[in-house]
């Protein structure tokens, strides 16, 4: 029971920061972190517990925004439609795709996934009849108030907090651990490594495609450069994960705190500010130098190291 | 290792926001000032700060100095949205303008609409956002449907084509651009060929080129940003197309780093554009000297657009009754001035709402220089056709 007790007092937290009266500005940069933290922790069932770093979940965030586009676009349904319409798309997917690049390791898969998320941008743009290709899909959205965007959002977000937590605790969840430490002793163990990597992938890749529909939902505008990008959702997905803590739970959501809100702060800051994107390079540097489990998951050490420094001499 | 991050800390702290004194104005305008879309967050910057610098010089707004600040968007719409958000909870700023990459002004715009903020679209080009009926979103620049209107009128009269190649990038800028040129050139009797995308901030364009050599065509149209421009012409010169005309669709190809990339490739492309520095608009050749005085070259239109549009600001908020959403926006539908730009006129006409619509020009590059060739009334210099072939060139 202890175990559930951390997750529900932040959940309770976040559901009643609303009621302060935050104003819309704050909600949008709460809105966000929380959105990546939902696209972290989706990522981080793959490649934290898994061991299978994945460079493209831009296309599931993208196939997700897109099912919400697309079912407005050509059959004139509300975008939220594009919460259930991306599940079985994006499942589908990356069944498809897992049976193709997990058969790969190491460096080959993380090529093979760079590759997915490129071409499916790059189909994106190109088939123009059906997606407006560059022009991009704008929906008109549905409210005006943060609220109720926010409620959803963290919604998804406890919904996919409970699923990794199920699965990581479940005979699954050491499945995919085993793999992760070594794969060729997994498989003597008599564990389907192909059939449990899929797994990994195409839970995480749903949950991707959530965070990408609400981003249609909530931002009413997306093209392909937006929401199948490299550099802004593939890799700012890997690095939410990094920053937090890879292989834990709590990793994404600080993360993604620090990816949205701490670069939020640092850009506004004057003066300095025009140098953020510098100093927010270095800032991951050093957690990468020297926290390589995230700032979840080196918290013992980093702990230890101030509290020796901190004593007297 | 404790200690300087204190240190760091602390210095963040006491770095204060620099405030402005109660009479002033003082309006934040999101641009892109890094990433691959900054050259014209920067142009655009530095001119809205020399349209700031005069206002000033002349008595400010209101009583009071005009102070703008920039935030850097980095191209994003997201974070666009951000900057847009804290500009009206956080600042009050009654109004909004700035921005460039038409996929971060539809974001704002969207921002804009939804909170009854008065926005001025500076530079971005994509037809929808003037056609979303919004109330609060007005548009200084033409679409991108009209980008050409000034070209394609040259080359009725004056190139005649027969058939056209048309290569664009692949983004929101590129592609309504290539459709609107394809749609026009059908209409003026011209076959396309071809029309090809490309990934934008490619290098290599020999593959594509080669086609289009053996294809022949009588103009070669191209939609690029800055470094796709001078790459493409300098590997045309390479491959020696023979095209009776080069013609380039505004952005890339109108701003002076085209020709100090491409050097001589450069020579005889005509290029769309909506300003050019020797445009006898009143006011449009005293700020580009400004410019270039200050800044060492020309500015491009995305300059005097920006330029422009502080004065239109400046305009509204002084009519306005107060420095309210509502007041300004009732101001905003009453502009009508003549700037550096041209005349602005918001109107609501073929499909667009709050639209302001000017003629068009094109420009040559003769002698490493752009000069105004069309239309007539506003040339600087007499176009050259038809030009030279690759070989005849020295």
């Known amino acids: ?313 | 290792m404790r200690n300087i991050l204190l240190a760091l800390c602390l210095s963040l702290c006491l770095v204060l926001p620099a405030t402005a004194s109660a009479a002033d104005t003082a309006f934040s305008v999101p641009l892109p000032l890094t990433g691959g879309q900054a050259k014209f967050g920067e142009i655009i910057k530095k001119s809205m700060e020399i349209a700031a610098e005069e206002i000033n010089a002349k008595g400010g707004v209101k009583g009071g100095k005009l102070v703008l600040r920039f935030e850097d968007s980095q191209g994003k719409p997201e974070i666009a949205r951000s900057i847009a958000e804290k500009i009206i909870d956080v600042q009050k700023q009654p109004l909004l303008f700035g921005e460039y990459t038409s996929a971060c002004a539809k974001a704002v715009a969207a921002v804009a609409e939804e909170r009854k903020t008065p926005y001025v679209v500076v530079a971005s080009a994509a037809d929808e956002i003037t056609q979303q009926n919004y109330k609060y979103v007005y548009r200084i620049n033409p679409t991108n449907a009209y980008y050409a209107s000034g070209l394609l009128s040259f080359m009725d009269k004056v190139v005649k084509p027969k058939t056209m190649v048309i290569l664009y990038e692949s983004s929101d800028f590129g592609t309504s651009g290539a459709e609107e040129m394809a749609k026009s050139a059908e209409k003026a009797g011209i076959k396309v060929l071809m029309k090809e995308k490309y990934e934008k901030g490619a290098v290599d364009f020999k593959p594509i080129l080669s086609q289009v050599k053996a294809q022949n065509p009588d103009v070669i149209y191209m939609v690029s940003y800055v470094m796709d421009a001078a790459l493409l012409m300098r590997q045309i010169k390479e491959l020696r197309i023979d095209a009776r005309l080069f013609a380039g669709g505004a952005a890339g190809f109108a701003i002076p780093e085209f020709i100090d990339n491409a050097k001589d490739a450069a020579e005889f492309v005509v290029t769309a554009t909506l300003w050019s520095p020797q445009v006898s608009y009143p006011g449009a050749r005293e700020f580009a000297e400004k410019y270039k005085a200050a800044h060492g070259d020309y500015p491009s239109y995305h300059g005097a657009l920006a330029y422009s549009a502080v004065y239109v600001v400046k305009d509204a908020v002084e009519r306005a009754k107060a420095l309210t959403n509502e007041d300004i926006n009732t101001a905003m539908k009453g502009v009508d001035m003549m700037t550096a730009f041209g005349q602005v006129k918001f109107e609501s006409r073929d499909g667009y709402q709050n639209q302001n619509f000017i003629d068009t020009l094109a420009l040559q590059v003769l002698h490493g220089k752009h000069e105004t060739i069309w239309p007539e009334r506003y040339a600087s210099a007499k176009p050259v056709f038809p030009i030279p072939k690759w070989r005849e060139r020295k």
């Open chain 1, 1 to 313: 029971m202890k175990n559930n007790l951390a997750p529900l007092i932040v959940l309770a937290v976040l559901a009643a920061l609303p009621l302060l009266g935050l104003n819309s500005y704050v909600m949008h940069i709460l809105i966000l972190s929380i959105m990546w933290t939902l696209a972290g922790m989706a990522w981080n069932l793959l490649g934290g517990y898994c061991g299978q770093v994945s460079f493209g979940h831009a296309a599931f965030f993208g196939m997700g925004a897109y099912s919400a586009g697309l079912i407005h676009l050509h059959l004139g349904a509300s975008p939220w439609w594009g919460f259930l319409a991306s599940l079985p798309v994006v499942a589908l997917v990356a069944l498809g795709m897992g049976s193709v690049v997990l058969r790969l390791r190491g460096p080959y898969f993380v090529l093979a996934t760079l590759a997915i998320g490129e071409v499916l941008r790059i189909t994106c743009e190109n088939l123009t009849d059906f997606t407006k290709g560059t022009l991009g899909i704008m929906i008109t959205r549905t409210w005006v108030e943060k609220t109720q965007y926010y409620y959803i959002i963290l919604g998804l977000a406890a919904l996919a907090f409970i699923v990794c937590r199920v699965i990581v605790h479940s005979r699954w969840g050491y499945y995919f651990v085993a793999i992760r430490e070594d794969q060729d002793a997994a498989e003597s163990l008599g564990i389907d490594t192909t059939r449990y990597k899929t797994i990994a992938l195409t839970v995480s890749a749903m949950l991707t495609g959530l965070a990408g529909a609400f981003y249609t939902n909530y931002m009413g505008y997306i093209d392909p450069g937006v929401v199948f990008s490299l550099g802004e959702i593939s890799i700012l997905i890997i690095m939410v994960v990094m920053v937090g803590g890879v292989a834990t739970e709590w990793g994404p959501a600080l993360g993604a705190g620090i990816m949205v809100i701490l670069a939020e702060y640092i850009r506004s800051l004057p003066l300095i500010g025009v140098a953020y994107q510098t100093m927010f390079g270095v800032l991951l540097i050093v957690i990468i130098i020297y926290l390589p489990n995230g700032l979840v998951g080196d918290w013992p050490v980093l702990k230890r190291k101030l509290l020796r420094r901190g004593a007297p001499a």
